[in-house]
C-alpha cells in the first residue's frame, strides 16, 4: 500500500455506497486506520438515506452514548425485579427483563469491504479464499487485496440492531479487525455478549431445587446420588423436569424481552447416550439439540460448558458427583473427557447458534492428603499422569489438558470460535505462559460472587463496587502464540450477598449492584452470563 492511499469504508450498513470520508488514523498514528458503523433496525428501507451511517454521524452517536455510561441504570433489574424466577410449572412466562428490550430484536448481519483510494478496482477483502467471512469482535482477519479482484468477498458483522462497531486496518500487515464499541438504542455501554446460565436444567443442582429432590431421595446431595437412590421413579421424573423448565417460550422471552443475546448452557459428560451408557445418568443430548434450534429460531448464541466431567474436575456437587474426588485427568478420566469435548464440536460445532465451547467449570486443586511438607508435592501427584516425571505442578496438567483438547476439537470449530479456560475465582493461574499451546482464540472465564467466603459480611457499599472483580479483571495477558492474548469472560455472577452485610434490607442497592458488575465486565471483558435464569425454589430472588 501507499502512504498517500487513503481507505473508504463501504458495505450494506450504507447500501455500499462510499462514505464521503475516508478511515482516519488512530491515536497510535502508526499508520493504522479506523472507522465505526452502527448495525441498522431491521424495520429501515434498504435506501433510506438514514442507513447511509458514515463516520462523523456515527462518531456523533457513540459520543452522545458515552454520556450516559455506567450512569444509566439497567431498567427491569431492582429489589422486586431480579433476573431470576421460579419455575412453576410449563405454562409459566418470565416476568422480568434484564436489560432494555421494548421489541422482539434479532441479529442482523452487515457486509463490508474497504475501498483504496475511492477506486473500486482496488479494494480490500477477507484473505482466506472463503468469500465471505465472518469478522468476531477482537479476532484478526487477514486481508487481500489485488487489482480487479474481491468481488463478492467481503467480512461479516454480526449485531443487534444499533449495536456500534469500530473497524480497523492495518495496511502494513492487511490485517482487519472489529470491536464492538455500545449499543446506541440502549443509551449505555453495552457488553458485547449479555446473557444468563441455564443452571439446573441439564445438571441437576439441590440447592436450585431442593423440594424436587426432597420428593425423591432427601438424602441425595447431587444428581449422581439421585439417579442412584431414586431409581425408576427419579427417571421418570428427571425426564418430566426437563421437560417443562426450559421450553421454546423462554428463549422466545430472552429475545425478545430479557434484553440478552446469549446463554450459557452447562451440561456434564453424560449429555451423550454413548457416554451415559452404563452410568446412572440420563443423556442430555436431546435438550442440547433443541436448545440450538431455539437459539437459532430467536438469533441467540449459546455458549456451551463442560460442567461436569469424567472423574469430576472439583468434587462439587454441581459437577454431578460431590466427594468423590477430583480425578478428572487420571488415566482413562482424561481420555474419555477428551472424547467427551472432540464429539460436542462434532455434533454442535457447525451449528450457527454455537457462539464458544468451555473446557471443563470451575476446576479445582486436588486436595492434599496430608497437613505435612508434602502437601503440595502430594497434591501434583494425585494425578496418575504426573507420576513418574518431574512434577510441574497440578495448573501446567490442566493447560496441558487444554490443549490437548483444543487440537481435537479446532477441526470441528470456525476458526474465530473462541475455547473456554475456567479460571475460578483466580485468573493469575494461567499468567505464567502455560496456555501457550492452547489454540485459540482463548476466553478466561471468571467467576464472581460477594457472598462466598467466611469473611466479615461487609456494607452494601463495599459490595457494589465489586472491587474484587475489577482487580480480576484488570489482569493482562501476552498474546498467545500467533493468537491476540485472550479475553476475560464472566461467566457466573449474581446479586447474591450474606444477609448480614450492613445496608441489606435497604431498597436500590441490587440495580445498582446488577449494573456496577455489567458495566464492569462491558469495559474489560467480551460479556456476562448472570447465574441463573430460572430456580425451582421460591425466595431466593439474588440468584
Known sequence: MELCDSYHLVGSFCDWSLSPEPMALT????????QIFIVRDGSCSSNSSSSCLVAAEAEDCSAEASKHGTETAKEGVGPAESPTRVAAGPAERPARSLGRSPKKRKLRREEFQIV???SWVRRVYPGDGHGRVMLRPDIPSVAASEVGKGHDCNWIIEGFPGDIFRITFDP??????????????????????????LGCWLVLEKWMAPEFFAGLAPTAEDELALMMQGGSKART????????????EDFEWLASTGGINAVRLPVGFWCLEEHARGTPFLPTCEYVDLAFDWAEANGLQILLELHGAVGS???????????????????????QNLQVLEAWAIRWGHRKAFL??????EVAKPKPISSSWKSDFVGTLLCKRCRGIQPRGYWAEVADFYAQAGRLVRPHLRPDTPLVIDTCWDTSRFLQGRLAKVPGPLWLDYHHYECMGSGDPGTIEEHIKAVNLCNQLLLEFPANGQQPPPSFVLGEFSLALKPQSQGYDADGWQSRFFRNQTQLAAQRAVGWFFWSYKMARAGWSHW
Open 356 to 361: 464458544g465451547l468451555g473446557l471443563g467449570n
Open 313 to 335: 474436575q472439583n468434587a462439587e456437587h454441581h459437577s454431578g458427583c460431590s466427594g468423590c474426588g477430583i480425578a478428572w485427568l487420571e488415566g482413562s478420566n482424561r481420555r
Open 27 to 34: 491515536p497510535a498514528a502508526d499508520g493504522t486506520v479506523h
Open 237 to 248: 421424573a428427571v425426564k418430566q423436569f426437563r421437560d417443562s423448565f426450559i421450553r421454546l
Open 172 to 197: 502494513s500487515s492487511m490485517i482487519v479487525s472489529s470491536a464492538f464499541v455500545e449499543n446506541r438504542l440502549n443509551g449505555t455501554q453495552s457488553a458485547r455478549w449479555r446473557g444468563v446460565n
Open 116 to 118: 483504496i483510494s475511492k
